[in-house]
Structures are given as structure tokens and as C-alpha cells.
Nanobody, 125 residues
């Protein structure tokens, strides 16, 4: 059973940076490389929205709101997904979730993802 655990959230000033991590367990090395991994975020009372994903070919896609500021990467050797967030804005304040899609091709749709972490809070002030 795949488990995802996020870390790295916290409080930061406007314009600052944070790096989120998502440690994946329950994978073999080969399955982690074949999954599509993504970051989503969800503010209270709002829909969960895709922030970025990296598919099994290492193609990356970002939402318009974070393009040019956030970078998604994964370290297959460590079974870890990262989200480096630069030039943070007030509107980036929310819970961030790591997700995995076994099909691997890539999707920005929440319902396409099979496994989810518990989330990590990012607060920008």
C-alpha cells in the first residue's frame, strides 16, 4: 500500500521561499518511477486545485498561478517528490497535498490520482 507523507510547510514572508517534500513508501523503485506525482492545494471552502505534476517521462506541467515561481522535482533513488516554491505570495497560503497516479502519463485532475498524503500547511504573510 502506497503512503505519502509531506513535510516542509511553514510560515514565510511574502517573496520568500520554501521547499516541500513528499516521502513515498510502499513502492518498489520501479513503480515510483512509473507513477505520475503531483502537488495539489486546497484552501478552506474551495476545490482542491492542481499546482504541478511530473509524469513518468519527467515532463512537468504547472498551473498558471505558479508558473515561473514553483519547481517540481522527484528523486527516484529516494522515492521523494519535491516542490520548491519561490517568490511566495499571500494567495499561496493554504494546505498542500502530494498525490500519486499509477497510470503515469500526467493529469491535473484531482480524481485521476489514486493516493494522497495528509497535507502540509504553507502560510505566507
Amino acid at each position: 500500500h502506497v503512503q505519502l507523507v509531506e513535510s516542509g510547510g511553514g510560515s514565510v514572508q511574502t517573496g520568500g521561499s520554501l521547499r516541500l517534500s513528499c516521502a513515498a513508501s510502499g513502492y518498489t523503485f520501479s513503480t515510483f518511477t512509473t507513477y505520475c506525482m503531483a502537488w495539489f492545494r486546497q484552501a478552506p471552502g474551495k476545490e482542491r486545485e492542481g499546482v504541478a505534476y511530473i509524469n513518468n517521462a519527467r515532463f512537468r506541467k504547472y498551473s498558471d498561478s505558479v508558473l515561473g515561481r514553483f519547481v517540481i522535482n522527484k528523486d527516484n533513488a529516494k522515492n521523494t517528490l519535491y516542490l520548491t516554491m519561490n517568490n511566495l505570495k499571500l494567495e499561496d497560503t493554504t494546505m498542500y497535498y502530494c498525490a500519486a497516479d499509477r497510470r503515469g502519463g500526467g493529469s491535473a485532475l484531482r480524481d485521476d490520482y489514486n493516493f494522497w498524503g495528509q497535507g502540509t500547511q504553507v502560510t505566507v504573510s
